[in-house]
């Protein structure tokens, strides 16, 4: 199973296929220098595309802080949820 870039890697990869298309090659040579299939490097600049890796960092520690916030409001409903049923009497 392959393992997922980092995100300074994958800044590092995008660079380096933008140096390797300004000398002349192919974007398959290009893809292939950098190890990623054509997909997956399309991905990657839509995502992270101009970001510095300072950037990429912040980008995802606030992805991560967005799903723990998420989680606690789902359960918090969920709760809520259950306690208005419970005072209704309908357990």
């Known amino acids: 199973m392959a393992k997922r870039a980092k995100p300074e890697k994958i800044i590092a ?24 299939i054509e997909q997956t490097y399309y991905r990657w600049r839509r995502e992270y595309g101009g970001m510095g890796v300072d950037q990429a960092r912040r980008l995802k520690e ?6 723990r ?12 949820l259950i306690l208005t049923e419970a005072a209704k009497g309908n357990c």
């Open 69 to 80: 916030l998420r989680k606690a409001v789902s359960d918090l409903t969920h709760d809520k």
């Open 62 to 67: 606030v992805e991560k802080e967005n799903l």
């Open 13 to 36: 990869k995008l660079r380096e296929v933008e140096v390797r298309l300004s000398r002349g090659e192919t974007t398959g040579q290009a893809f292939r220098a950098i190890g990623v």
